[in-house]
């Protein structure tokens, strides 16, 4: 999985523009 994705493309965002760290 990536690593670091924005916001706006992950699925799980409960935000916009948020870096995002995979838990697992």
């Given at each position: 999985?990536?690593?670091?994705?924005?916001?706006?493309?992950?699925?799980?965002?409960?935000k916009?523009?948020?870096?995002?760290?995979?838990?697992?």
């Amino acid at each position: 999985m990536a690593s670091k994705v924005s916001g706006d493309e992950s699925p799980e965002s409960p935000k916009k523009n948020y870096t995002f760290t995979p838990f697992e």
